[in-house]
């Protein structure tokens, strides 16, 4: 089976920068190892592609310059848009439906816990870094009548993270040998007295980079995350069954296409095949830009559809940025006109406090109504209001100068943000509203003082 390469990726999150400069990766497909024919027959159709279109036709984003709608909002606000929530929950229904993954939302990504009804009509549940994450997960996504699974991989557990751990998780995913068997025992002894039995897992490093940032690439030389080949030397699948593990899991993709994964299961299988006719499931971790326009929906399908058969297991996606990707804007306001070597605009708002990745990645976010440097009539820094130097989000330019008092409206700002702010300097948290299918907009969350004093002592 020969696999389409990938189209070049949407600059849209984490890696968007640093992507634009460089090559995009291993463009050449290579092909996923051959299958029997009776596997083949049981694949899902390659008739995703036209539903691709549909999507990619949905505005995007949604909210791009609704400055009227947000008016009556506080400033700044985070403003998250159920309708593109709802759009990029069809695209994995149709994923889950089509392929029989099952899919979970990174809370890393997008915790915001007010839409987590809408989110588990379709989604099987919740991955967690911590064990605050999977208490949210039990608490807030599982509800009483919608059982729904929590599931928690941390790159060292402490003892009293595994004791928190298995009162809430469904499925514990160790990231090395040693920590499996030091809290195995606890974990199963504290889950049965709460009448859990939570299934173990283990995180395997494929060695295989696709990613060009090495922050964002798991199996970058020296990475801390995931079980080598060479560290289950003498380890044999019937070893590992007896520790209790009964799934493996990868994640090694950071916003990217179908076939960086068909690549990806390649090296997994040949490392780590010998173990996978033992196991029960399979995690393909995150990083699949799946809800991107574009994105290769069949070639995801064949790729869930062919292991799950050739091995018998049951295949996990937990996507983050997927979820909530174009999903969300931060809606700010000018404060002052500074009139530095060139004009800045401080905004009430702040990238080290509340959009920390534009200076982690980094990256230039997207503004409505802006355009680049010099293309529009007025050009400016956006700058933030911290003390902070380097507190810029980038240049950009507007038909008409900014004024104190205008509403400047970044994008794609659902994931990766609100899970990320802080009150660096004081600044409150922006609020959090919800716009709603029907036009409305709902305030769901506004900070203070207190919870700014409360992070401290
Ligand atoms: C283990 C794991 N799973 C899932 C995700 C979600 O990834 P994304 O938001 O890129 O889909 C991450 C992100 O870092 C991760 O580390």
Avoid at 35 to 60: G, I, M, N, V, W
Wanted: hydrophobic share 40%.
């Amino acid at each position: 089976m020969t696999l389409p390469g990938d189209p070049r990726p949407v600059k849209a999150g984490k890696a968007r920068e640093e992507e634009a400069r460089s090559p995009t990766p291993r463009d050449d497909p290579q092909p996923v190892p051959p299958r029997h024919e009776a596997e083949q027959a049981s694949l899902p159709s390659p008739c995703l592609a036209a539903d691709t279109d549909r999507f990619a036709s949905l505005p995007s984003p949604c909210l791009a310059a609704d400055t009227e709608r947000f008016a009556s909002l506080p400033s700044p606000c985070f403003v998250v848009d159920e309708e593109r929530l709802a759009a990029n929950l069809a695209v994995l229904d149709l994923v889950a439906r089509r392929s029989g993954a099952r899919i979970l939302l990174a809370l890393k990504a997008f915790a915001m816990f007010s839409v987590f009804p809408l989110l588990r009509r379709t989604l099987h549940g919740v991955c967690a870094s911590s064990p605050h994450e999977a208490r949210l997960g039990r608490e807030e996504f599982s509800a009483p009548d919608a059982e729904r699974e929590v599931h928690v991989f941390a790159a060292a557990y402490s003892e009293e993270d595994i004791r928190e751990t298995a009162r809430t998780a469904d499925h514990i995913v160790f990231n090395s040998p040693a920590q499996l068997e030091r809290f195995g025992p606890l974990a199963r002894e504290v889950a049965a007295k709460c009448g859990r039995s939570p299934e173990f897992g283990l995180r395997l490093n494929p060695e295989h980079s696709e990613g060009t940032v090495p922050m964002y690439d798991p199996c970058t030389p020296g990475s801390r995350l995931g079980v080598r080949r060479r560290d289950l030397q003498g380890v044999s699948p019937s070893r590992l069954r007896a520790l209790g593990v009964t799934g493996l899991h990868f994640h090694t993709l950071c916003e990217q296409d179908a076939a960086a994964l068909a690549r990806t299961l390649a090296a997994t299988e040949e490392k780590f095949g010998e173990y996978l006719p033992q196991m029960r499931m399979l995690n393909f971790g995150g990083g699949h830009l799946i809800t991107r326009p574009g994105y290769d929906l069949d070639l995801l399908c064949r790729c869930i559809g062919l292991t799950a058969a050739k091995y018998g297991l049951q295949i996990y996606l937990e996507p983050g940025e997927a979820v909530a990707l174009n999903a969300g804007v931060l809606v700010c306001t000018v404060l002052d006109i500074v009139r530095a070597d060139m004009p800045v605009a401080v905004l009430d708002t702040s990238a080290a406090a509340h959009m920390p990745d534009i200076l982690e990645m980094p990256y230039r976010p997207e503004v409505a109504g802006a355009g680049t440097p010099g293309e529009k009539a007025w050009t400016c820094r956006l700058a933030g209001k911290s003390c902070l130097a380097g507190d810029v989000m980038g240049e950009y330019s507007f038909d008409v100068p900014l004024r104190p008092g205008d509403r400047v409206i970044f994008q794609d700002m659902a994931h990766y943000t609100m899970v990320k702010t802080s009150t660096f300097n004081g600044l409150a948290l922006p609020s959090i509203a919800l716009a709603q299918k029907h036009g409305g907009v709902r305030l769901v969350r506004a900070f203070s003082y207190e919870d700014f004093k409360r992070r401290l002592s």
